[in-house]
């Protein structure tokens, strides 16, 4: 292992030439230098998309400078007898409070913080009856202000809590996060929302963390924000260019392109083995990679939640990161034999859980750092929209002809619908003919992972189900398998999905919906014309015509009726049983 310092080590096996050869080139190009002075030529000709998304750069600063008054609204918050909060939002917006949610104990008196990101009329319903709209705080959260999914949420719970409290105080029970001029600041002022927080414009969703999206639930849970923010300014501070220094003296330098050159090696996998309370980080990270590398027929795929097989059953794309406390060693053996076996290694040790105010620092750096090497614009997500426009052009179709365009199953099972483009005349034909029978075969079709998009209600039953299929199809292919719930990982991975190389195969899994809740047309007022089963639906079948479009494999499995029948054949469908 190449020691550097004690909280950061490498070890890259036969790669440290080519490693050695990019940093010469970074320091060449005065790249981190660039960085700092916000020089969009660093990745692009074109400075769309990237002059007006480095704020991130200042957050830990910025952030700070507000803290004080951060602090005092939680202060009047809790004074008014606030017990929960209600983080509404998609991507970004989200997914650093749920960092904060589940990796930071609850400090007593302050707000129990929940996230939902899901448009599973199931998970929608089950926060309505756990919270009690009149001790309840909804944080609506969208850079844009149209965030679909989560205006949805905030007119939902608007009319929950109108009902509860009446017209004159239901406004007191949100607040905004937002961008100035955005349509949720004029909707917050027109429903007296109790406060509008207006972030830096000049911040991406997936690069916003330690801005006012992250901050901000952060304090509500009582999790010292100075603290967390003071660790991120450290990081940033370690990381500047500083005179006479060179590449690999600076970690977050090195981890960037150690990503990039790997990347470009065909290493082109990132799998994180974290300690239990640091592996929510590894979901924002997942987003930030994913999201940020994956186009242009290039793109970084980040694996978590992996199950740890033995190092002869990864092939040779595999970069592994160990993100762990200083007390724990649960993975060590496993990291070890890595290692030892070849695979690039990297380690990072955290002192406790505030720094990880210094990770999402270090790696928005190292993951700009990874994509100058790439060659790719880290800040745009071109391939998102594409599936935006099919599910919005599916719903304007419910609206006319009062149904969704409907699809000719290809074959049908107790519970379970199946859609698929090739023909064959059984299903175990189809899946040996995208698949194959074993590892071997899996290499001769030309995928490189698979990708499991679960639209279903995120709850822990299911999320064991999906990592069993996950794990028999690891170790049956011996190759990455990803899982992600939607529409939330449109949000996060869905780029990548559609804007790497097109290795990938795609497995939708869409919930049987059993129960169905309305998205009110305007907040405050009773009229519906779509629901969340019906968003959720749309949402699977416009991303699987993305993905078709792209040319990308995709196999459909729709539940119906006995869900639960469903799951189990699903599973020996999958397993070659069927």
Known sequence: MEKQEKHFQTSLAGYQGEIAQAEAEFNQQRILERIWRKDFSVWSTDPVEITNRLG????PGVSAALADEIID???????????NALLLGMGGSSLAGEVFSRSFDSQPGYLNLQVLDSTHPEAVLQQARNLDPRKTLYIVSTKS????????????????????????????????????????????????????????????????ALSLFGIIPAAMLGIDIKKILHRADM???????????????????????????????????????????????????????????????????????DTIM?????????????????????????VQELREAGHPVIEILCRDVFDIGGEFFRWEMATAIACWRLGVQPFNQPDVESAKVLARDMLAEYRRQGKLPQLAAQFEFPGIRVYAEKHADDFKELMNGWLGSNARDFERTGHEYISIQAYVQPDEKTWHVLQDIKVFLQQKFQTSVTVGYGPRFLHSTGQLHKGDAGKGFFIQILSALGVDAPIPDQAGFNHSSVSFAT????????????????????????????????????????????
């Open 310 to 334: 033995s190092p002869g059953q990864y092939a040779g794309d595999r970069l592994f990161v160990h993100l762990h406390g200083q007390d724990d060693h649960e993975q060590e053996h496993a």
């Open 535 to 578: 968003l959720i639906t749309a949402q699977a079948f416009g991303d699987r015509r993305a993905l078709l479009e792209k040319n990308r494999r995709v196999l459909t499995f729709q539940l119906h009726g006995d869900e639960q029948a469903g799951w189990v054949i699903l599973s020996r469908l999958l397993a070659g049983q069927g």
């Open 145 to 208: 202000g149209s965030t679909v999914e989560t205006i949805s949420f905030m007119k939902f719970f608007f009319n929950q809590t109108l009902a509860q409290v009446g017209r004159k105080q239901a406004g007191r029970h949100f607040i905004a996060i937002t961008d100035p001029g955005s349509g949720l600041e004029s909707v917050a002022k027109e429903f007296n929302f109790r406060r509008i927080f207006l972030n830096d414009p000049d911040i991406g969703g997936r690069y916003s």
């Open 73 to 83: 609204f939680v202060s009047s918050l809790k004074a008014d007898g606030y017990r």
């Open 235 to 305: 990081m940033g501070r370690s990381c500047q260019a500083l005179p006479g220094t060179t590449p690999n003296k600076n970690t977050t330098v090195r981890l960037g392109v150690i990503m990039g050159q790997l990347a470009n090696s065909g290493r082109n996998k990132i799998t994180f083995i974290t300690s239990e309370r640091l592996s929510p980080f590894a979901d924002w990270l997942e987003q930030l990679i994913a999201e940020s590398t994956g186009k242009m027929g290039k793109g970084i795929l980040p694996v978590v939640d």
């Open 56 to 59: 991130w750069l200042d957050s």
